[in-house]
């Protein structure tokens, strides 16, 4: 593994005893709970906007939906054309084709693409402009057109985040629009949409719940005043964070191989569903940090899965992180039954790291960045556009720069993960 001397590790303790939650006003999880979405609807609107993908509006669970909205009294329109990692040209075609009429709710149903354009595209309807003059934190002016979120995926954990990420094509990069304001009114979380979930998209986004939940919990503290309360999404690894992290873990690291193993058991289904969903609500006060602010512009050269990009990182992220977070990877070890209370704390850490790739493994998920076709002479350029996503490398508990990022690619390319 290449050593780079880095800064001295910070100190990221939580000495306010932070806690900090967002969240739907309502978030109703169980399987066959998709039977609700017409009713909440009918409760707060006449006009519906459903927001989703083609696979999804051409399912036979689509059609029934519909018709159940339509059989409510509820006008409905369609837009399909979501695309993965949401292109802003989406948002633009959204706000071109349904500005007019106004729509009096939005239904966001299947990935996290579709759950991220219906947020946005509340704002945008709602104050007009363009998704652009919402790049950031907090420039949402206002509320929007109420959002009920639907995932057919376990992973993203958008069904209950404050923000949505786009990528926008002139600039190359993803970007952000974060705001408590793009908080969905309601999140209907029902694990018998995933069971149609394909093997690949279900391994990409259970890796990407994995990585919320480690980047959460071993994420940095920081003690934020008032000022800085309202004014910054991530409030940083929290109590209240760390009590879904650790729900979410014990549940992953059951439920994803067993998911591996038989895409069809419901049971492994919707407990994935449910440490998405805690995973979620962890990062949307906490952040997620160094292996999400370096997978961007992988994914964006590689034009690869978004989880399986973060699953080929966070080896040599974690590894990177770990003299920081000694403590937190040993609970995790412990939490995830690799680990004993009795062995030193470096061992358990170690344990947990090995546990978390061995999770990935199984999923079929990589391991290394070579897998994702990144090339050595990408790498500089990747470690100067990870620094630009200075919203996520504020999160790492280890002070990144371009030299260290560097050589966490190297590790990766050389698939080194040695201690």
Known sequence: MTTVAAPAALHTANDLG??????????????????????????????????????????????????????????????????????????????????????EAIVGIGGGSCMDLAKVASAVLTHGGDVRDFYGQFLVPGPGIPVVTVPTTGGTGAEVTCISVVFDEEQGM??????PHLEAYAAIIDPELTLTCPPGLTAASGADALSHLIESFTGRAKNPDADQLANTLYAGKNVLAD????????????????????????????????????????????????????????????????????????????????????????????ILGVAAPSEPDELQARSAIDRIEEILSVLGAPLDLRTLGLAPGDFEYVAQQ??????????????????????????????????
């Open 386 to 419: 990870a620094m630009l996503a200075t919203r996520l490398t504020a999160n790492n508990p280890r002070e990144l720069t371009v030299e260290s990022v560097v050589s966490i690619l190297e590790d990766g390319y050389a698939g080194d993960r040695g201690w």
């Open 174 to 179: 993803k970007v952000g629009v974060a705001s």
């Open 18 to 103: 932070l806690g900090l939650l967002r969240q739907p006003a309502m978030v109703l999880f169980g399987s066959g709970q998709r039977r609700q979405i017409p009713r909440v609807v009918a409760g707060i609107a006449t006009r519906v906007l459903m927001v989703t993908d083609t696979r999804m509006a051409a399912s036979a669970e689509f059609a029934l939906l519909v018709d159940q909205l339509v059989g409510q009294g509820v006008s409905v329109s369609v837009y399909d054309g979501t695309e993965p990692d949401l292109p802003r040209r989406n948002v633009v075609e959204l706000v071109e084709r349904f500005g007019a009429t106004m729509p």
């Open 243 to 334: 009590v879904y992290a650790r729900t979410g873990l014990a549940l992953l690291n059951n439920s994803l191989p067993a998911v591996a193993a038989d895409p069809g058991d419901l049971a492994a289904r919707s407990d994935t569903l449910f440490g998405a969903y805690c995973a979620g609500m962890a990062i949307n006060t906490a952040g997620t940090a160094g292996a999400h602010a370096i997978q961007s512009p992988i994914g964006a050269l590689t034009h690869t899965p978004h989880g399986f990009g973060i699953s080929a990182l966070l080896p040599y992220v974690m590894r990177y992180n770990l003299p920081a977070r000694v403590p937190e990877f040993a609970e995790i070890g412990r």
